[in-house]
C-alpha cells in the first residue's frame, strides 16, 4: 500500500535551472582587459574579482599568467624622457665622462659612452625580469 503524504518529512530545497546556451562561454576582449585590470590592481582579491565577474579564479589566474608571459614575450619599446630644466649644463671636459643613467625600480643603470647594444639589451631585460 503507498501512502501519499502532502507534506515531505524535510523541507524542500530550492532548485534552479540554468537553461541557454551550454559550453564555453566568449569574452570580448575589451572586457576582458578590464577583468584583468581589476584583478591586478593593487589590494585586489582574484577570487572576489572572479565571482563578480561569473567566472573560475583558475580561469581568472590562467589570464593572468598568460598576461605575464605575452608582456615578457615583448619587444623592448621606448620610454618618454622627461628633461629637468633646473639641472645645469655639463661643462666640455664633464662630457668626456657623461654617461646615460637609467633608473627603474630603485635599480640605476649607468651606460657609458660605446657601449654594446646587445649588452645593454640583455642587462635591460634581466632587470625586466627581475620585477
Given at each position: 500500500?503507498?501512502d501519499?503524504m502532502?507534506?515531505?518529512p524535510r523541507p524542500?530545497?530550492r532548485?534552479?535551472?540554468i537553461?541557454?546556451?551550454?559550453?564555453r562561454?566568449r569574452?570580448w576582449?575589451?572586457?576582458?582587459?578590464?577583468?584583468?585590470?581589476e584583478a591586478t590592481?593593487?589590494?585586489?582579491?582574484v577570487?572576489?574579482v572572479?565571482?563578480?565577474?561569473?567566472?573560475?579564479p583558475?580561469h581568472?589566474?590562467t589570464w593572468r599568467?598568460q598576461?605575464r608571459c605575452?608582456?615578457?614575450?615583448?619587444?623592448?619599446?621606448?620610454?618618454?624622457?622627461?628633461?629637468?630644466p633646473?639641472?645645469?649644463?655639463?661643462s666640455?671636459a664633464?662630457?668626456?665622462?657623461t654617461?646615460?643613467?637609467?633608473?627603474?625600480?630603485?635599480?640605476?643603470?649607468?651606460?657609458p659612452?660605446g657601449?654594446?647594444g646587445?649588452?645593454?639589451?640583455?642587462?635591460l631585460q634581466?632587470?625586466k625580469?627581475l620585477?
Open positions: 500500500m503507498v501519499h502532502l507534506e515531505p524542500v530545497r532548485l534552479e535551472v537553461t541557454g546556451a551550454g559550453g562561454r569574452w576582449a575589451d572586457e576582458k582587459a578590464r577583468i584583468l585590470e590592481a593593487p589590494g585586489a582579491v577570487s572576489e572572479a565571482r563578480r565577474n561569473g567566472m573560475s583558475q581568472l589566474f599568467r598576461a605575452e608582456a615578457d614575450d615583448r619587444p623592448l619599446a621606448f620610454t618618454p624622457v622627461v628633461v629637468a633646473d639641472v645645469p649644463q655639463p666640455p664633464d662630457c668626456r665622462e654617461v646615460i643613467e637609467v633608473a627603474v625600480e630603485g635599480a640605476v643603470i649607468r651606460v659612452r657601449v654594446d646587445a649588452t645593454l639589451a640583455l642587462v634581466t632587470l625580469s620585477r
